[in-house]
T-cell receptor, first 110, second 113 residues
């Protein structure tokens, strides 16, 4: 079936370094790709999204890139800070539904 | 403040004892859904509702029921809980099913013993 694969499942970086999380999707008709951040004890919250007519989008230290030909998109966090530590989920719109990746647990070491 | 409110946050119950997890949103969203989150599996949709009195199965509906009698409320019902339903549950709402931001509740951690 249609799905979204997310890698890596865990990521540990030093404060100030960059972090990259990658997702691939299977439905070539997908046109909306949000990223959610889930802090400990909370529900996922949208941090950035991108639509298929755009190749890259930035918001301060976070950016998302989309390669529709290869059917993959990535989240980039620069100058990481301890408060970036969380679980991150990518998602993609499929024919009849939104599908989520399995999540990446990011740890930023001070 | 725009929010999705779930209750309870934590629940420990015994096998077979019916329970209901409530969900309410104050954003006048038409679309609401329930997810369960399990390690390594991400968020899997249980049920969703396009509008009042319109509900449908998601990917993992077995053992769950829902109702949508009012636009703001979307309770999740476990008629006869089993240990494999031990999980973290999230309710979400959005303007539509696709291509729009989903707003999630705080989560309900359910343990069935």
């Amino acid at each position: 079936g249609e799905n979204v694969e997310q890698h890596p499942s865990t990521l540990s970086v030093q404060e100030g370094d960059s972090a990259v999380i990658k997702c691939t999707y299977s439905d070539s008709a997908s046109n909306y790709f949000p990223w959610y951040k889930q802090e400990l004890g909370k529900g996922p919250q949208l941090i950035i999204d991108i639509r298929s007519n755009v190749g890259e989008k930035k918001d301060q230290r976070i950016a998302v890139t989309l390669n529709k030909t290869a059917k993959h998109f990535s989240l980039h966090i620069t100058e990481t800070q301890p408060e970036d530590s969380a679980v991150y989920f990518c998602a993609a719109s499929m024919v009849n539904d939104m599908r989520f990746g399995a999540g990446t647990r990011l740890t930023v070491k001070p | 403040e725009a929010q999705v409110t779930q209750n309870p946050r934590y629940l420990i119950t015994v096998t077979g004892k019916k329970l209901t997890v409530t969900c309410s949103q104050n954003m006048n969203h038409e679309y609401m859904s329930w997810y369960r989150q399990d390690p390594g599996l991400g968020l899997r949709q249980i049920y969703y509702s396009m509008n009042v009195e319109v509900t449908d199965k998601g990917d993992v509906p077995e053992g769950y029921k829902v109702s949508r009698k009012e636009k703001r409320n979307f309770p999740l019902i476990l008629e006869s809980p089993s240990p494999n339903q031990t999980s973290l549950y999230f309710c979400a709402s959005s303007l539509g099913r696709l291509n729009t931001e989903a707003f999630f509740g705080q989560g309900t951690r359910l343990t069935v013993v």
